[in-house]
């Protein structure tokens, strides 16, 4: 989610659930830190997806995106945002176009902004109680008409609706329950013939 606060002085990204936000920061201050890791990382891109903004927030956001991330536009920064939404790897490196920054919500973004698309496993929050299973995640991406479609990346949504129940997120941080996202992949590569 994104949204608009007087104290960050701009656009605000925020990581929230039904009643809580996890992370905050300013879209200038993480931007700053993602070109600093891009500056020192020649072979690494990062795609920031943004989404779920507040209704009142859509006129600031819109008029006002494009001007925050001049520098990565005009390419005065260590890297320019890409061109297209779904970049080949080795011709995004090599024309240092390694940051890719979508947004949904209708605002009809102008590359090199571009448009949200993506199919998504969330569904609705998981719990203590309200697990998902592999097999449920790999239904939920590959019966989305759209997953045939390679321009619409494949999106396992961790936080809520991994196919975790919520005390068991901790575990991808250690690698514990990383499992189930090599299971998740393995079972829609094979069904789309694309990694998630």
Known sequence: KHGINAEYGGIVLVHCG???????RSLRRAMSEIENYLGSHRDEVVVVR???HPEESRSYI?????RELSRFITGSGKVKLSRTDNPVLGEAIERNERLVVTVNGGFNPRR???SLRQVESYKMEGGTDACFSVNEMVHRLTSDPRA?????PLQVDWYHAFGLCLWDLA???DGTELHKLIEINREVVKVTRRPI
Request: charged content about 25%; aromatic content about 16%.
């Open 148 to 152: 045939k479609y390679d321009y619409y």
């Open 62 to 66: 819109r008029d006002n995106l494009a």
């Open 112 to 114: 090199p902004i571009h």
């Open 171 to 173: 575990g991808l941080c």
């Open 50 to 52: 943004m989404k779920d």
């Open 18 to 24: 039904a009643s809580d936000c996890a992370y905050t």
